[in-house]
């Protein structure tokens, strides 16, 4: 049995090649070989440009482990990663839900584009607007200030929560597609089963409902969780003093002080971390879905 | 994260491209790099260049020093004039991304003031790295509707009054030498970092945010959400003459960090002669008035430029008034070890106002 399988996927494979070759040779033409040069140059004193002396050293991760301004950076940053996450979870999940079991037809699909419509905007537009929304004086101080009788101060900008906000409207998205695809996937008759044998909405909901589209849970946090751990573009704009984290201080090694070797070095310590995090984390999971 | 990657294969890219694009370029083009909205890319300084000589003008720019070494190093060929703050051209030089310029083809060099001229800044071995364009301070600036009357002190920026209303530029060296200035030191020899440290870590929480372009600078005075910040003389005068803000400048008793900015041609450009056309057009009085009377800018170094001016012009009444040249400090070049410690500083004390 097993033997004929092995057979059958061997032969299968020779006529699949033309089609994943396109594939592969991109991998490796724009992320193995990048990565590779990365990888070396984190292990580098210098980078060889314009004659240059340089040698190897390990000085680059020594650097991480010598300082407690990285592991301070990189805590705030993966504690940014979960809160992140977290929001995700809360916004997306009942939104994916209600567009895969409530709306039908033309309604769905309205909403959809509106899910849809962060990923074709570009991003830094979509901070920008994001600044101008949460400013003190800005679109939401006015508006709110307009409707409420008495006068608040609304002033985000700036602010830690003024990175979350923008963070969450960036990602969200991916919650919600991953989500919305495995509740599709659940069978209606399951839910009333389960309702018809005397469960309340709620039991419905936990031991039916989120278990059944964990996958789509965990697809969507771990989408949203690594890119956030090392971003910088949010957190340089919209959280000013507040905004330096993991991502911004390699970003200022690669555009600012022109330190590669160091800059590549504190991007695989995240890259191991990150792993690693992962890794620990999908045994749990996994017995959770 | 996707960032670096991808920074590091599109410079290796660029450099396999230009290296093939380079030997196609025009040879009529002159590939300037320079800060944005800095004199060298004015619409109109460019058509009149560009009628004058024939020549074309390609601007590029960059957002800090460090990145106009980093485009120096990994565009090899592509550039033939930048414009590099006299404190790195030493770095330019010993990296060899420039090379020396030959003055004599330059009408406007003999009116440099000599003193700039002749900065070992610029001069090496004899020859000349760089040619002085124009001089300014690292000042404070107020939003004028938050004063009455402007203050006179370095310490207004640590006033309780301007909590959350302070601005500072994301830079390292920047911020040590102002916090040298503060704690009465001379900025090119600071004897007690941890007074420096100390004047800056007070100064943190009254910080609104960080500024890294004129761009940010001159919005948040736009929107009116800050009173006091550091910046550029130049810039100041910009914001106030071009961009009709409340804008203006404060040299404080304490002190100022003045810089001197000038012109060197990269090492491999393939139109030295558009080079030396195109700095000689900048230095020359007739641009310079133009563009403080249209847009505003810092000093010129070319005396005849700067008395070319009104009298009672900015520029050349306070700017130039002895009384100010006690005042300020010409920054020196900064080794690697002192930029890397200044680094550390500011790194530390942006992670710990969490």
């Known amino acids: 049995m097993g033997d004929q399988l092995a057979t059958g996927s061997r032969r299968g494979l020779k006529p699949a090649l033309p089609l994943l070759l396109p594939a592969y040779l991109w991998l490796t033409v724009a992320i193995f070989l990048p990565l590779s040069a990365m990888v070396f140059f984190s292990f580098m004193t210098d980078l060889p440009l314009a004659g240059k002396e340089w040698a190897f050293t390990l000085g680059n991760y020594a650097a991480f482990f010598s300082q407690s301004l990285y592991s301070t950076l990189l805590l705030a940053s993966l504690r940014l990663g979960l809160e992140v996450t977290l929001w995700c979870v809360v916004v997306g999940y009942p939104a994916a839900y209600v567009l895969a079991k409530v709306l039908k037809g033309r309604s769905r699909e309205a909403i959809f584009l509106l899910v849809i419509l962060p990923f074709w905007s570009n991003g830094l537009v979509r901070i920008f607007s994001w600044a101008m929304v949460l400013r003190e004086g800005g679109i939401l101080d006015t508006a709110l200030n307009a409707v409420l009788p008495f006068k608040i101060n609304i002033d985000l900008m700036y602010s830690y929560p003024a990175v979350i906000i923008g963070l969450v409207h960036s990602y969200v998205p991916y919650m919600v597609l991953t989500c919305y695809l495995t509740l599709q996937a659940i069978d209606d008759s399951l839910l009333e089963a389960g309702r018809s044998l005397g469960a309340s909405r709620l039991q419905v909901l936990k031991r039916v409902i989120i278990p059944l589209s964990m996958p789509g849970l965990i697809a969507g946090a771990a989408l949203i969780f690594v890119p956030v751990v090392g971003s910088f573009m949010e957190p340089r704009i919209l959280g000013g003093r507040t905004g330096t984290f993991y991502g911004t201080v390699i970003e200022d090694q690669f555009v600012a002080v022109f330190n590669w070797p160091l800059g590549a070095a504190l991007s695989f310590i995240l890259l191991a971390v990150v792993l690693i995090i992962l890794a620990l984390a999908a045994p749990v999971l996994r017995r959770a879905g | ?354």
Do not use: C
């Open chain 2, 1 to 354: 994260m996707r960032m670096p990657r991808l920074t590091a294969f599109l410079t290796a890219t660029a450099v396999v491209v230009s290296a093939f694009t380079l030997s196609a370029q025009a040879a009529e083009e002159v590939h300037v790099l320079n800060w944005k909205g800095y004199g060298a890319d004015e619409p109109w300084a460019v058509a009149n260049f560009e009628k004058a000589t024939g020549f074309k003008v390609v601007n590029d720019f960059f957002n800090s020093e460090q990145e106009m070494l980093t485009k120096l190093r990994t565009n090899p060929g592509l550039y033939d004039v930048v414009m590099i703050n006299a404190a790195f051209n030493d770095q330019a030089m010993a990296g060899k991304l420039i090379q020396p310029i030959d003055v004599s083809k330059l009408s406007n060099y003999a009116d440099v003031s000599k003193d700039k001229a002749g900065s070992p800044m610029l001069n090496h071995d004899g020859k000349v790295y760089g040619v002085p364009w124009v001089w300014g301070l690292t000042a404070l600036a107020i939003n004028e509707k938050s004063f009455d009357k402007p203050p006179t002190s370095i310490a207004e920026m640590w006033d309780p009054a301007h909590k959350g209303r302070v601005i500072i530029r994301d830079d390292a060296v920047e911020a040590v030498q102002f916090g040298a200035i503060a704690s009465g030191q001379n900025i090119n020899d600071i004897k007690d970092m941890d007074a420096v440290k100390a004047k800056l870590t007070s100064l943190m929480p009254q910080i609104k945010t960080f500024w890294s372009s004129e761009n940010d600078w001159n919005q948040m005075v736009a929107s009116n959400q800050i009173d006091i910040g550091t910046y550029w003389s130049g810039s100041a005068d910009r914001a106030k003459t071009h961009f009709k803000l409340p804008v203006s400048l404060v040299i404080p008793q304490e002190g100022a960090v003045a810089w001197l900015d000038a012109f060197s041609i990269p090492a491999g450009s393939k139109n030295v002669a558009g080079a030396e056309a195109f700095i000689n057009y900048m230095i020359d009085p007739k641009f310079y008035v133009e563009w403080v009377t249209k847009v505003g800018a810092p000093v010129s170094a070319n005396t005849k430029a700067v008395a070319a001016l009104p009298a009672d012009a900015f520029n050349r009444k306070v700017m130039g008034s002895p009384e100010v040249a006690k005042r300020i400090q010409f920054q020196a070049p900064i080794t690697d070890e002192q930029r890397e410690k200044y680094l550390a500083l500011w790194q530390e004390l942006k992670v710990n106002v969490k």
